[in-house]
């Protein structure tokens, strides 16, 4: 295995300035009436949006499981049985200004004649999630379109005629994966490197905005190929080839595609969404890790795992790489920093209650065993504020 040196990590974070921008054929009243509110409760257009620490809001959630049907069942952690609420009476506080919650009906007029897309992994589709249960209560999205995994849907909004899909690509290059839905692998992932994935590529001219991700699939054992040919691998035992480690791979995916995006003649608004980090303590998924905590992390009470840290690193530098051509080409291309503000909730995951009532009789995974996610987010939960940080950042 490749070794990392010690990586420290400081973003740059886009100010919310950097977002004043035309926008064509949208219905400006909303967002104009969003900014003016805004700027008088900041006193300020000038904010980092991405540091600062979660406060106690006794409002409490926006959503329940009872009013969203969009929530997946080991996300509905309500419903699974949870029997503290307590992580669902927090919202995030930057540091230097208040930031409002989302504004469904302003959203919603802002996305007029517009289409979005989450692209990536599972993470992705926990955030859509949160977004479709948050506009519902505003306007119904009809589910049009999934492929026969479900893992890629498009909802669409009629009132709006807007188009909201969510595209499964973990590796977000091309890849053939071998891999059944419980994490069950009958051969090696072959990842193309040099190739974008063209389950999203192909629609990429369709896409008004783009938030896109990558994540912890490339922790799993991989073989990689460039030009069609094999140039090493990550974790490959009993291969008689070059170990490259995670790490290399990460970085060339998230170049071609950052690289495919600045060099395109589409120009849509771009999100790059940083990883997200687990809360397994004691151990991983696998091996009897846990999330028990009740309460958020104070800000430095926690820090980043090695491989998140190596992982923001790559993104980092990637980003600030590709930053440079979108801004002589006009294209608009953003840091997503969620890394900071999701640290610090250790409370706010499934853990056991990714399982409806796991500690009952015939509970759990169905093998006697209990498997926690500390990874994927309660719904309501957490992950609900990086919308907030999308409404923000769109109405500056």
Known sequence: MVRHPAFSFHISHFQASDWVQPWPDSDEAPLRDFQEN?????????????????????????????TCRFIEPPQNCMRNGRPDSDYLYWRWSPRDCELPTLDAPNFLNLMRHKSWAFIGDSISRNHVQSLLCILSQVEEAT?????????????????????????????????????????????????????????????????????????????????????????????????????????????????????????????PLILFRTTAPDHFENGEWFSGGTCNRTEPFNEGEAGFKDVDTVMMNVELEEFQRAENVALKKGIKLKLFDTSKASLLRPDGHPGPYRNFQPFSEGGGDGDGKLIRDCLHWCLPGPIDYWNDLIMYALSH
């Open 143 to 267: 589910e049009v379109y999934h492929d026969e995994e479900f893992k890629s849907k498009r909802w669409y909004f009629p009132g709006h005629n807007f188009t909201l899909s969510v595209i499964w690509s973990p590796y977000l290059v091309k890849a053939d994966v071998f891999e059944d839905n419980d994490g069950h692998s009958s051969a090696q992932t072959q990842i193309y490197l040099d190739t974008v994935d063209p389950i999203w590529s192909q629609q990429y001219t369709n896409f008004d905005y783009i938030i896109f991700a990558g994540g912890k699939w490339f922790l799993k054992t991989a073989i990689y190929y460039e030009n069609r040919t094999i140039v090493g691998c990550h974790y490959c035992p009993g291969r008689n080839l070059t170990e490259l480690g995670y790490d290399f791979g990460y970085r060339k995916a998230i170049r071609r595609v950052l690289d495919y995006m600045t060099k395109s003649s589409h120009k």
């Open 38 to 66: 805004s700027n008088h409760e900041n006193g300020s257009s000038q904010c980092d949006i991405f540091v600062g620490k979660w406060v106690r809001d006794p409002s409490g959630p926006r959503y329940t499981n009872e």
